[in-house]
């Protein structure tokens, strides 16, 4: 009988907390949800736990749609692939303490580049990286080397986007400028 209830209907009886509806809810969405969401997560763990968090938010949000806007299953699947989103952002965004940001480019930052520098070039890349201020010098490491957006790098370190964004630049210039003067000489 469920089965021959609009996806609207049956949205609305989830809303309502009726037990059939939810589950006949669930039954004719869940593969297309976790099928969406495994898409992305590429973890079926983590896909099995996002999936049921779609569930969840669309019960507590069933009152909320809107049927002007879009079907149910467009909007049951924006949910899945907003939390798959949300899931992956905070994977790769990882905490990084800033010191051991700052060790790890003046140690490494010049191993990943362009090995046929002269170890003399890559040293003096190093030192120029080494005498730029720390807080310029961790901008610097999550733009360049870890490719995070200055929107990012604002969030990590705790500072507007604006301030992001002037401390990377300033960590380029004045790297720019150090490896120019030491270039001349």
Do not use: C
Not at 5 to 10: G, P, Q
Not at 64 to 86: E, K, M, S
Request: overall charge neutral.
């Amino acid at each position: 009988m469920s089965s021959a209830l609009s996806d609207e209907a049956l949205l609305a009886g989830l809303a309502a907390g009726d037990a059939d509806a939810a589950t006949a809810f669930i039954r004719r969405f869940q593969a297309r949800v976790y099928g969406l969401v495994v898409t992305i997560v590429r973890d079926e763990g983590i896909a099995e736990d996002v999936a049921q968090e779609t569930f969840v938010r669309a019960w507590k949000h069933a009152r909320t749609y809107d049927p002007r806007r879009g079907r149910v299953a467009t909007w049951l699947l924006t949910i899945a692939r907003n939390l798959a989103i949300d899931v992956i952002r905070v994977k790769t965004t990882q905490p990084l303490d800033p010191d051991l940001v700052a060790d790890m480019l003046q140690t490494s930052a010049v191993a990943g580049a362009d090995q046929s520098l002269p170890a003399d070039e890559r040293e003096r890349v190093r030192r120029a990286i080494a005498e730029l201020p720390p807080e310029q010098r961790r901008a610097l490491f999550l733009a360049a080397y870890l490719g995070r957006t200055a929107k990012e790098v604002g969030e990590l370190e705790g500072v507007p986007l604006g301030t992001a964004k002037t401390r990377i630049r300033a960590a380029m210039l004045k790297l720019r400028d150090s490896l120019e003067t030491a270039n001349e000489v």
